[in-house]
């Protein structure tokens, strides 16, 4: 097996100016948008990626059989223009392949024509946020304007930070191909499973991108989220006051 092991499903010619990344990450916020949205547009799978830097382990679907783990990429195209998803369960097991993985989508969006990558992501702050931002970075100057006016912020530019995993490395090793590079972090506890975040994240996303689907969904989810930690509070606040009952 190489390192890295490419198959598409289909060999017709790809032109696609847009990949929109959305790997597990903090709060599995980009992971949530980009799911979303290929359920929500019926993007179709064209291609996987397996490779020895993803864990050592096989999926085990409904009826017993065993798969490798992969990423994959799927592409949606209306009115002549295509955009590609790269998603999956997997990031790398370690440093280094995380840098070889990140050349290898690079690689395939130069093949398939990609000019701008989207790289979709969670910022954790360790608490709960009421009012999520969407923290945002990019890899060349003249694309900050734009994702000002769509709503991203930069208000943490101002300190220094980094950006871990497939997210950062493709801004950073895109900006030496040419290729620009836009990433966009949604704010989040980094505790749970974070729709409220994904929701506030892929409103961003649909103004820089001109892509529009319904929300109903992520948002169904957010509120049953907030149910959920609700009920965790009060069972909380509740075995506090039986704990100072017991010692009064």
């Known amino acids: 097996m190489e390192h890295v092991t490419v198959t598409f499903l289909r060999d017709d010619n790809i032109d696609a100016p847009v990949l929109i990344e959305g790997l597990p990450g903090i709060g599995h916020v980009g992971k949530l948008v980009a799911d979303h949205l290929i359920h929500e547009l019926g993007a179709e799978k064209i291609g996987?990626?397996?490779?020895l830097h993803f864990p050592p382990q096989v999926i085990v679907d409904e009826q017993g059989i065993t798969h490798l783990v992969n990423n994959e990429i799927y592409r949606h195209e209306k009115d002549g223009k295509s955009v590609l998803f790269l998603v999956g369960d997997f990031q790398s097991n370690s440093p280094e392949g995380h840098?070889?993985?990140?050349?290898?989508y690079l690689d395939i969006a130069e093949e398939l024509g990609v000019k701008r990558v989207y790289a979709l992501g969670g910022y954790g702050v360790g608490r709960l946020v009421e009012n999520p931002r969407v923290l945002s970075a990019v890899n060349m100057k003249h694309l900050r304007s734009e994702v000002e006016a769509a709503g991203g912020s930069f208000e943490n530019a101002g300190s220094s930070g980094m950006i871990v995993g497939a997210s950062g490395l493709l801004l950073g090793?895109?900006?030496?191909?040419?290729?620009?590079?836009?990433?966009?972090?949604?704010?989040?506890?980094?505790?749970?499973?974070?729709?409220?975040?994904?929701?506030?994240?892929?409103?961003?996303?649909?103004?820089?991108?001109?892509?529009?689907?319904?929300h109903t969904?992520?948002?169904?989810?957010?509120?049953?989220?907030e149910q959920i930690i609700a009920k965790i509070q009060e069972a909380e606040e509740a075995r506090g006051r039986e704990e100072l009952s017991y010692i009064g």
């Open 48 to 51: 996987k990626i397996s490779s």
């Open 99 to 104: 840098y070889v993985l990140a050349e290898r």
């Open 173 to 214: 090793l895109g900006e030496e191909r040419g290729i620009e590079g836009i990433c966009l972090m949604g704010e989040t506890s980094g505790y749970i499973v974070d729709p409220k975040s994904a929701d506030g994240l892929l409103t961003v996303l649909s103004r820089l991108t001109a892509i529009e689907v319904d």
């Open 217 to 225: 969904s992520l948002q169904q989810r957010a509120e049953d989220m």
